[in-house]
């Protein structure tokens, strides 16, 4: 046999066997893999969503709601990313979103709409928490964890922006546009903070793991 058969046949048994471990976990983790699909979806949009956000922040001479928008949208990409890894682990093929159509209105509304958006996914983190608990895949649980307690961390400040977005919203953008931002993140969780801390609260990762959101001009 040649060496050129021998390779033919080495590559026909790697595909056998990638096929062979996507059809076993997907029969072992149908539902782990269908919330990670959901919510790997739902993290590409809301990245997407923010950055155009940020844009018109930008265009509307608003550069640290612009950045406050950018650190979500960051966040939010490291939790898609987690996912993906966590499906492409698993020999599964990540069905890509389509093309979404993103409605952007202006910064006031953007505001209200984000924080609509927000507390509504983080509440719905339980459900899905709960629908994946019996299958028992560590790496899905923990990494949901991580982007339910990286959210929540977006609560308080998301909680002021909505209570901003009416009659005091010119008051609101006054002073956080005057007021110094500065936004780090860590790369194992996507947990946004105004300040490194030692040890990362959520995946326990080193200081060195965080990286700070660029501003944009």
Known sequence: ??????????????LFLIQATSIEAQSKYPKTISVLQELY????LDSLTYS?????AIAENYPHIAYLFITLANSESIHARNYKQILADLKVEVKEPPNPEIKVSTTKENLKNGAQAELQVIDQYPQ?????KPENYE????????????????????????????????????KIEKSPIRFFICQTCGFP??????????SK??????????IIK
């Open 205 to 214: 990762s080193p200081s060195s793991k965080y990286k700070e959101v660029v």
């Open 1 to 14: 046999m040649t060496q050129k058969n021998n390779l033919c046949l080495f590559i026909v048994g790697c």
């Open 41 to 44: 979806h739902c993290e590409m």
């Open 139 to 174: 790496a899905g649980i923990r990494y949901i964890m991580y982007a339910w307690e990286g959210d929540k961390q977006h609560r308080e400040l998301i909680e002021k922006i909505r209570s901003g977005t009416g009659l005091f919203f010119g008051f609101l953008v006054k």
């Open 128 to 132: 899905f928490l709960e629908k994946i």
């Open 52 to 56: 155009a956000y940020a844009q018109k």
């Open 193 to 202: 903070t105004a300040e490194i801390p030692p040890i990362c609260p959520i």
